[in-house]
């Protein structure tokens, strides 16, 4: 279903001014560029998502980007271009740019080549000696939206890292992870990705590497992985590489997880490097695409952000509806087991503080009960502090079905752009207590989602709590009302 990858058109590459040094022999003077063919955009100007389209008529959205686990928005609060999720409208005017002409010089050359501050360019330091610049001129067919750490104006979309865990705890993770502040060592490049999409319909959205700095450019040094392409042409990774994964089926009516790829600066697709930083590149992915999908996932190395289609958001519920969903669940008067008190799921502007009425739940067998300090189950053995009894494992026993396990506060997920469908919140995640529908624990327990150099790990993505279990969800057993 996805398209062809959007490579460059070998004829939108020129060779080089009578200044720059003489050219290898293999690049020689080419053919004036197909004006008709589309190309990767990349541009300047930088406004918020608000405000970006004409007022005499209805915007065209192209789709909206949404930070895993962060559950409807950063712990902080959601302010400007640091926010928990981003849409993406058509620009009053385009602001894209697309190859033009192609330099080789002297590296020690390359900071007077690149001195006009009104041209794109990528700058590839193949040596000391030898480097090779792209320079770009403005394409009236794409808008170009970047993505990156970096607070500077030329970036849309600030993103920080995002504290995953590998143990949830419960109300905790709700809203948490990663927040407002930035990483002290953060692994999100400040320029990392660009989104280039077509200014008329279908509105095709591709994704490369790398985003232009403040002086319109891209550097890729010395140690980056980069090389010339068969046809002459430029290509590289970045430093900490920008994974993609494209769902293998219809993210909304047959989720399943597809191969998690690299997307190159020049948008061409790559198998993952041996690990996330590595020189080598990994083997060209020719049959596919870097044009994002309903439910395509881009990993930044600390962050990882699913883009959802107009199409795709309609499925999903919106907040009005989730209020709805939280109100029926509450009119049905669920009741602590035990106690025999009435629970209630809090409103949820609410989070963090875990409110009197709240559900809680046994994670390993889905009994719904009341807060209660009693249950834990004591280790057989080794003495705890002092030797007077054996040591607490912090875990529960179940008064009803005995089985132990951890036992945790429920939180509905209020970030509708994650879940598959609107269907009735049935399930929650495991360990964390994130409560959605079927449908919506199903299709994320089964997605890998990248950690650290190499590892892979299925997690909430409410709030980024690695799973655990057998499936990493539960279906909650609710105690109805005994009058």
């Known amino acids: 279903m996805s398209s062809e990858p959007q490579l460059w058109p070998v004829g939108m590459v020129l060779e080089g001014s009578s200044e720059a040094l003489c050219p290898?022999?293999?690049?020689?003077?080419?053919?004036?560029?197909?004006k008709s063919q589309p190309s990767p955009p990349l541009g300047s100007s930088s406004q918020p998502h608000d405000g970006v389209f004409p007022e005499d008529k209805e915007p065209v959205k192209y789709g909206e980007l949404i930070v895993l686990g962060h559950n409807g928005s950063l712990a902080n609060g959601d302010k400007g271009r640091r926010r928990s999720r981003l849409a993406l409208y058509k620009r009053p005017k385009a602001?894209?740019?697309?190859?033009?002409?192609?330099?080789?010089?002297s590296t020690p050359l390359v900071s007077k080549a690149l001195s006009n501050?009104?041209?794109?360019?990528?700058?590839?330091?193949?040596?000391?000696?030898?480097?090779?610049?792209?320079?770009?001129?403005?394409?009236?067919n794409t808008d170009m939206f970047q993505i990156g750490r970096s607070t500077e104006s030329m970036i849309d979309f600030v993103v920080t890292d995002t504290a995953g865990s590998s143990s949830g705890q419960g109300g905790g993770a709700a809203g948490e992870g990663g927040g407002g502040g930035q990483s002290a060592q953060s692994t999100i490049s400040r320029y990392a990705c660009r989104i280039?999409?077509?200014?008329?319909?279908?509105?095709?959205?591709?994704?490369?590497?790398?985003?232009?700095d403040s002086s319109k450019n891209i550097f890729l040094g010395e140690r980056a992985a980069k090389w010339r392409t068969s046809d002459g042409?430029?290509?590289?990774?970045?430093?900490?590489?920008?994974?993609?994964m494209h769902p293998a089926g219809e993210f909304v009516s047959e989720p399943a997880p597809g191969v998690w790829r690299e997307i190159s600066v020049c948008g061409n697709v790559f198998a993952l490097r041996e690990t996330r930083s590595a020189q080598q590149r990994g083997k060209l992915v020719e049959n596919e695409s870097n044009t994002l999908q309903d439910g395509s996932l881009i990993d930044l190395c600390g962050a990882t952000l699913l883009w959802r289609t107009p199409a795709g958001l309609r499925h999903t519920p919106t907040l009005k509806q989730l209020e709805s969903l939280r109100q029926e669940l509450n009119a049905a008067r669920p009741q602590c087991p035990v106690g025999f008190n009435t629970l209630a799921f809090p409103s949820l502007a609410q989070r963090e503080i875990v409110d009197k009425k709240q559900p809680w739940v046994y994670v390993n067998c889905g009994h719904v009960h009341g807060y209660h300090n009693w249950g834990y189950r004591k280790e057989k053995g080794p003495a705890g502090p002092g030797g007077t009894a054996p040591a607490s494992t912090g875990e529960r026993e179940c008064p009803m079905c005995r089985r132990v396990g951890p036992y945790v506060p429920l939180w509905l997920g209020c970030e509708g752009g994650l879940y598959l469908d609107a269907g009735p919140p049935t399930?929650?995640?495991?360990?964390?207590?994130h409560v959605c529908s079927e449908k919506t624990v199903v299709g994320w327990s089964q997605i890998p989602l990248p950690h650290g150099t190499h590892a892979f790990h299925a997690a909430c993505p409410f709030c980024g709590t690695w799973l655990t279990g057998e499936q990493g969800h539960i279906k909650l057993i609710f105690q109805g009302p005994v009058d």
């Open 427 to 433: 399930h929650a995640f495991c360990p964390c207590g």
């Open 24 to 34: 290898p022999p293999s690049l020689e003077l080419r053919p004036s560029c197909n």
């Open 117 to 140: 501050k009104s041209q794109h360019s990528i700058s590839y330091t193949l040596s000391r000696s030898h480097s090779v610049i792209v320079e770009y001129t403005h394409d009236t």
């Open 196 to 212: 280039m999409c077509e200014r008329s319909a279908p509105y095709t959205a591709r994704i490369y590497a790398a985003g232009f």
């Open 233 to 244: 042409l430029m290509d590289g990774l970045t430093t900490n590489g920008v994974l993609v």
């Open 95 to 105: 602001n894209g740019v697309k190859p033009d002409v192609i330099h080789n010089v």
